[in-house]
């Protein structure tokens, strides 16, 4: 008898490459394919990474807590001056040994740490990399409130969840009228922001360098790092950060805090609604547009092509899609969080594009950046 279940792929309704892809599915499904692969010399090591990468993806929020333990328990900075023995360690996070050398046994086997011998614990590539940036350790602490939403994804997706976390915590997402979000709503993810912030304003800056401007106007500029870490980098810029109007009182302390008041200014004002003010050759989004639905970002790609000068230049960075290829940070990781934040989404290169000219602009182009997974940059002409 054939096992038709197996047999090569047949011509029919589909295409040879679909019927081939069926074919595919039918046998890496069946568990004595499993078994044969997995027994296999030639196969095995394909059986074991893909069994490997399976696991992953089911543990993967088990890992997610072992690192929220290491940041909650500061042990990147208790490691930044060498390595400690288990006993220091459990002394300085306040763990019985036991449960200190599961945890730092765990941060080893996820590349955080790495186990010396003597018995000492030091720092690794990604715990090392952690100190580094602030923002990342805030970021893990910070969700707690994502991991919250998630907790029924189903109900999530079918917009079952009342009184998601993280909707309220960015208040501005779901609001009619933004600008009644009070300072103690604004304060927080204005903190988290700027942490997460330098990186992203170094490799904008270095794809995009603003010698050739006069005035920058940096829209949803948060409490200003953005405009800051421009006219710092670019002699003779002048910057306006514009924000709703509370965060917009924070940036220009902080303004006058550096010492740069007179060619850094912050606007407080509501971009659904109101007009943005001219005088700006160079006006840049960071990380604002995925936060919104297409009927918010629309109007609101019109205010910035109306601000503008004919020749003036729009930027916006942050995080992309690929239409041809889902990635796991635009679509699992990006697509899943702003889902439980309230209405935005992550948008391919070419919508963007597309809402782009649509709004009035030309010559849209993307420039590579360094981390395209933190922000990839386009630029568009008026
Ligand atoms: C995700 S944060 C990005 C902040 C900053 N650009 C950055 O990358 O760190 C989005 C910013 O848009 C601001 N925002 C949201 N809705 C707004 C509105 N209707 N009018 C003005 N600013 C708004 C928020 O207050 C927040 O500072």
Same mark, same amino acid.
């Given at each position: 008898? =054939?096992?038709?279940?197996?047999?090569?792929?047949?011509?029919?309704?589909?295409?040879?490459?679909?019927?081939?892809?069926?074919? +595919?599915?039918?046998?890496?499904?069946?568990?004595?394919? @499993?078994?044969?692969?997995?027994?296999?010399?030639?196969?095995?090591? $394909?059986? +074991?990474?893909?069994? *490997?990468?399976?696991?992953?993806?089911?543990?993967?929020? =088990?890992?997610?807590?072992?690192?929220?333990?290491?940041?909650?328990?500061?042990?990147?900075?208790?490691?930044?001056?060498?390595?400690?023995?288990?006993?220091?360690?459990?002394?300085?996070?306040?763990?019985?040994?036991?449960?200190?050398?599961?945890?730092?046994?765990?941060?080893?086997?996820?590349?955080?740490?790495?186990?010396?011998?003597?018995?000492?614990?030091?720092?690794?590539?990604?715990?090392?990399?952690?100190?580094?940036?602030?923002? /990342?350790?805030?970021?893990?602490?910070?969700?707690?409130?994502?991991?919250?939403?998630?907790?029924?994804?189903?109900?999530?997706?079918?917009?079952?969840?009342?009184?998601?976390?993280?909707?309220?915590?960015?208040?501005?997402?779901?609001?009619?009228?933004?600008?009644?979000?009070?300072?103690?709503?604004?304060?927080?993810?204005?903190?988290?922001?700027?942490?997460?912030?330098?990186? $992203?304003?170094?490799?904008?800056?270095?794809?995009? !360098?603003?010698? #050739?401007?006069?005035?920058?106007?940096?829209?949803?500029?948060? $409490?200003?790092?953005?405009?800051?870490?421009?006219?710092?980098?670019?002699?003779?810029?002048? /910057?306006?950060?514009?924000?709703?109007?509370?965060?917009?009182? @924070?940036? *220009?302390?902080?303004?006058?805090?550096?010492?740069?008041?007179?060619?850094?200014?912050?606007?407080?004002?509501?971009?659904?609604?109101? !007009?943005?003010?001219?005088?700006?050759?160079? $006006?840049?989004?960071?990380?604002?547009?995925?936060?919104?639905?297409?009927?918010?970002?629309?109007?609101?790609?019109? *205010?910035?092509?109306?601000?503008?000068?004919?020749?003036?230049?729009?930027?916006?960075?942050?995080?992309?899609?690929?239409?041809?290829?889902?990635?796991?940070? #635009?679509?699992?990781?990006?697509?899943?969080?702003?889902?439980?934040?309230?209405?935005?989404?992550?948008?391919?290169?070419?919508?963007? +594009?597309?809402?782009?000219?649509?709004?009035?602009?030309?010559? /849209?182009?993307?420039?590579?950046?360094?981390?395209?997974?933190?922000?990839?940059?386009? =630029?568009?002409?008026?």
């Amino acid at each position: 008898m =054939v096992d038709t279940a197996h047999s090569a792929p047949q011509r029919g309704g589909r295409s040879w490459r679909d019927a081939l892809r069926h074919w +595919r599915v039918r046998m890496v499904s069946d568990p004595a394919f @499993q078994r044969a692969a997995a027994s296999f010399p030639l196969t095995r090591w $394909i059986a +074991r990474r893909k069994g *490997r990468a399976l696991f992953d993806l089911c543990a993967g929020f =088990v890992y997610s807590q072992v690192l929220v333990a290491f940041v909650r328990l500061g042990v990147a900075e208790r490691l930044s001056g060498g390595p400690r023995t288990l006993d220091e360690l459990s002394d300085d996070i306040s763990l019985e040994p036991e449960a200190a050398e599961r945890l730092m046994r765990a941060a080893a086997a996820l590349g955080l740490v790495e186990h010396r011998v003597g018995g000492t614990y030091a720092l690794a590539d990604l715990g090392a990399a952690m100190l580094g940036n602030a923002g /990342v350790a805030e970021m893990v602490t910070h969700h707690a409130a994502l991991y919250a939403d998630l907790a029924d994804p189903v109900a999530l997706l079918r917009g079952e969840t009342a009184g998601r976390a993280l909707e309220s915590y960015w208040g501005y997402a779901t609001a009619e009228d933004s600008a009644s979000i009070g300072a103690e709503r604004t304060g927080t993810y204005s903190e988290l922001m700027a942490a997460s912030l330098p990186m $992203i304003a170094e490799d904008v800056l270095d794809a995009y !360098p603003m010698a #050739g401007h006069r005035r920058l106007m940096d829209v949803g500029g948060g $409490i200003g790092g953005f405009a800051r870490a421009a006219a710092t980098r670019t002699t003779g810029l002048n /910057v306006v950060t514009v924000d709703l109007p509370t965060v917009a009182a @924070q940036a *220009r302390l902080h303004f006058e805090k550096e010492g740069i008041a007179d060619r850094a200014q912050a606007t407080g004002l509501d971009f659904h609604r109101d !007009p943005l003010p001219g005088g700006a050759d160079l $006006i840049s989004l960071v990380r604002v547009c995925f936060d919104h639905p297409d009927e918010r970002v629309a109007p609101l790609l019109a *205010r910035v092509r109306a601000a503008l000068p004919p020749g003036g230049r729009l930027l916006i960075a942050e995080p992309m899609t690929d239409m041809r290829h889902p990635d796991a940070v #635009g679509d699992a990781y990006f697509g899943f969080y702003l889902m439980a934040m309230g209405r935005g989404r992550c948008r391919s290169v070419e919508t963007l +594009r597309t809402m782009l000219s649509a709004a009035g602009f030309r010559a /849209v182009r993307e420039l590579p950046t360094r981390r395209p997974m933190l922000a990839r940059l386009l =630029v568009a002409e008026v």
